[in-house]
């Protein structure tokens, strides 16, 4: 028999490593913007190679914290704490109601800049810039809902990470 509990440990730890890796990101950004304005499309542009890379690890260490929450975790914590749901709108509804996220408006737009940043062009740089923008504005938000999950899994679960 599969052990919810032991999946979701072993998620929760995958999920640690993923936001402290985003929180380094941050951290390296925020040195960056205290010297230049990188959203600035003529700035970032002149960006050096590695700090762009810095850029895009941030961007795709957000998306699958987003993406880890939300088709790995919300799910499980809730079949840990024995409350049903069978489809996603019920997932985040219950996510939702458990205060594991604020509100699902900010879900939505979240997933949904994810989602832009997934099929973003070069040509779309301004665009681009914005969304990078937003992600890294939305870092304290993205925290909290990680915060918030490893706060209801300690209800059901001794000794999380």
Excluded at 12 to 30: C, F, G, M, N, Q
Excluded at 56 to 79: P, V
Excluded at 89 to 97: D, H, I, K, P, Q
Aim: glycine content about 2%; hydrophobic content about 40%; proline content about 1%.
């Amino acid at each position: 028999m599969i052990n919810q509990e032991e999946i979701l440990k072993k998620r929760l730890l995958k999920l640690k490593i993923h936001y402290s890796a985003l929180r380094e990101y941050k951290l390296y950004i925020e040195k960056m913007l205290s010297e230049k304005d990188i959203y600035d499309e003529a700035i970032f542009l002149e960006l050096q190679t590695y700090e762009k890379a810095v850029l895009e690890a941030y961007l795709k260490r957000f998306a699958s914290i987003q993406d880890f929450l939300g088709d790995k975790i919300f799910n499980l914590l809730f079949q840990v704490a024995g409350i049903s749901c069978s489809k996603m709108s019920e997932v985040l509804y219950n996510a939702e109601r458990e205060k594991i996220i604020d509100s699902l408006q900010n879900w939505i737009e979240l997933r949904e800049i994810r989602n832009e940043l997934e099929h973003d062009y070069p040509d779309k740089l301004r665009k681009a810039l914005e969304d990078l923008k937003f992600c890294v504005n939305s870092f304290d938000l993205l925290e909290t809902y990680y915060s918030n999950s490893l706060d209801f899994a300690k209800r059901y679960i001794n000794e999380i990470i």
